[in-house]
């Protein structure tokens, strides 16, 4: 970490990023309750969080966009606007209107797809290749980590104060991270428009990850996993209310375990994907989650708490080694394009199931659904260990990746 923080660039980065990560993760629960309690129903909650993660299904159609232009100047407008974006929340009253809550999480699930195809080029650009699982060791642990306090504080402030003091928070955060993304330095050359037609140039960063096999085999398997864990997030509310018989607040303590297992998981990542490799890594965190939510489904304050320890401590090997093993097989210029496009594979599913889940959650036993989520993801980080290679350093992309588009 002491090469990483030596970086001028890195050091203004995390300190822009770290209060964004803080107001988005109190955001994020806020939403879902806000929309429980306005409607007193969990597919109602649940249905906040389809609203974030369907932007992820067009992301491919402006992925070009983003390898267009540089990456400092693009994340400093699209933080600018977030903070416009959140704004809205602030005209919800007691009584609604709910719309203007998925509203606002379908325009911050447009950032975050913006945003993260964005960073992983910034980073690519701003730090060397050996740098780079830990910088991403180090956001994610941050990010993740702020579910220690974020999801508490939301939750608390939401409850005396309501909502909208919540988004007004979230909103001063954007406008923090896009002044510091003003005072870089990095070093970004310009962007090469390609002689080719537009369709052609958008499928660029899909054939790219097809065609490049340990990209394709973790994205594809990953993208079979979350076709079963999307029902895990708005049961989760039903873990709370009907497990434990506690109200929806009480989710953010269980969000705030996850971060204490989230600090453990990313902070040995780099050291785990230097010994196994970023494949294995996955699957080691898939299996990981698998357990997690294994442990949600006895109605026990002590296994629920267990289990979402463990699910805090898988995530960030699973996220990790992806983003690390992303970001090294694919050429500066593709970044944007093979990252939407791997997300399209991975939100799809994931959005589907989600969407199933608010509807079945009404008509199906909670805890049949984690247990089918949590015998998908085992099948999946199994599969991945055993056609996993050997630990080897990963290639720089060869020459040939920067002339498949």
């Known amino acids: 970490m002491r090469e990483l923080f030596a970086n001028r660039d890195f050091r203004l980065l995390f300190a822009g990023l770290v209060p964004s990560m803080f107001g988005d993760s109190a955001l994020f629960i806020v939403l879902a309750i806000w929309a429980k309690d306005l409607t007193g129903s969990n597919a109602a909650a649940g249905l906040t969080i389809l609203a974030v993660v369907a932007p992820a299904t067009v992301a491919p159609f402006v992925g070009f966009l983003v390898d267009r232009v540089r990456r400092r100047p693009f994340l400093l407008w699209t933080n600018a606007a977030a903070a416009v974006m959140v704004l809205p929340l602030l005209l919800v009253g007691p009584t609604g209107p709910v719309w203007l809550i998925y509203a ?10 913006l945003h993260t195809a964005a960073m992983a080029g910034l980073l690519k650009a701003m730090l ?15 990010r ?26 979230d909103a001063a955060t954007f406008l923090v991270a896009a002044a510091v993304l003003g005072l870089l330095r990095v070093a970004e050359s310009r962007p090469i ?12 960063g899909a054939r ?37 018989g506690r109200p929806p607040s ?14 453990l998981g990313a902070l040995t990542a780099p050291r785990i994907m230097r010994r196994l490799g970023e494949q294995r890594t996955v699957a080691v965190g898939l299996v990981l989650v698998s357990a997690g939510i294994a442990l949600l489904i006895p109605s026990s304050l002590v296994a629920v ?74 099948a999946t980080g199994v599969f991945l260990l055993r056609s996993a290679p050997m630990a080897v350093a990963e290639p720089e992309p060869s020459e040939r990746g920067k002339l498949a588009v």
Do not use: C, H, K
Not at 193 to 204: G, I, S
């Open 128 to 142: 060397p290749a050996e740098l780079l699982g830990d910088a991403n060791s180090l956001l994610q642990s941050m």
């Open 104 to 113: 606002v999480a379908f325009g911050y699930g447009s950032f975050l797809v």
């Open 144 to 169: 993740l980590g702020m579910r220690l306090i974020a999801p508490l504080v939301g939750a608390g402030v939401y409850a005396a104060l309501g909502g909208a003091v919540v988004a007004a928070f």
């Open 193 to 204: 428009r390609e002689p080719q037609r537009l369709l052609t140039e958008m499928a660029a």
């Open 250 to 263: 009480f989710t953010g303590v269980l969000l705030s375990m996850e971060g204490v297992g989230a600090v």
């Open 305 to 378: 708490v267990a289990g979402s320890i463990i699910l805090g401590l898988g995530l960030p090997w699973l996220l990790i080694g992806y983003a690390t093993l992303l970001q090294r097989r694919t050429p500066g210029p593709l970044m944007a394009r093979v990252s939407t496009s791997a997300e399209l594979i991975l939100s799809t599913p994931n959005t589907l199931s989600i969407a199933a889940g608010a509807l079945l959650i009404a008509v199906v036993d909670y805890r049949l659904l984690l247990a089918v989520a949590s015998g998908g993801l085992l």
């Open 208 to 244: 790219f990850l097809l065609g490049e096999p340990t990209l394709r085999r973790v994205v594809l398997a990953l993208g079979a996993g979350l076709l079963l864990v999307g029902p895990v997030e708005t049961a989760y509310f039903a873990v709370v209310e009907d497990g434990l």
